[in-house]
């Protein structure tokens, strides 16, 4: 079993263990914006540790959209290194836990669709999009049965 490596950042490592630590049932949203997340968990592609993200709650059926704006910081989320060495991901939300495999998301018209979903979910991916030169990756994590 890997080891699990807490957040350097306090407060993402502060929901995790709250979300996780309540098996899902509270630290269950974005502080004060009262909208839903979700938490990753995956492994560390050099030290193989386990990782563990919170994100926002983004639904395209059964599948999940992994939006790795990182508040449009000009360098992308280290989990999305992580993510292309290893898709295989752990994901809660709330009191479900889902074995997922993501696949970062390029077909322009796909990514387009999935884009449209995530800002209406949380609109501040579209102001993210703006104040970085980055293109924000999309990931789809679909279930794996
Ligand atoms: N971030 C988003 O990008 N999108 C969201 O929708 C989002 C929502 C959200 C909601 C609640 C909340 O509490 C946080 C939220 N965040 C959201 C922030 C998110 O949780 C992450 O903090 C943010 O995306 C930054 O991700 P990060 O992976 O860069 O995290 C940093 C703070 C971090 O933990 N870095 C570690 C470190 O030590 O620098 C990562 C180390 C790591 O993964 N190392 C790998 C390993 O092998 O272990 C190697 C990686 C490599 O290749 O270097």
Known sequence: MSEYIPSPSAWAAAQ???????????????RDTGLPVI?????????????????????????????????GAPKNPVWVHNLRANPSVELRD??????????EVVEPTERQRLWAIA???????????IKTERII????????K
């Open 119 to 129: 800002v209406e979910v949380y609109p501040p991916y579209h102001d993210y999009q």
């Open 94 to 103: 709330e009191t479900e836990v889902y074995a997922m495999k993501v696949r």
């Open 16 to 30: 995790v263990e709250l979300y996780e630590g309540s098996g899902g049932t509270e630290g269950l949203t974005l």
């Open 39 to 71: 938490i990753v968990t995956n492994q560390g592609r050099k030290t193989g540790g386990i990782r563990k993200t919170p994100l926002m709650r983004v639904v395209d059926g059964k599948n999940y959209v992994l939006v790795a704006s990182r508040g």
């Open 137 to 144: 990756p999309v990931f789809l994590a679909e279930p794996t």
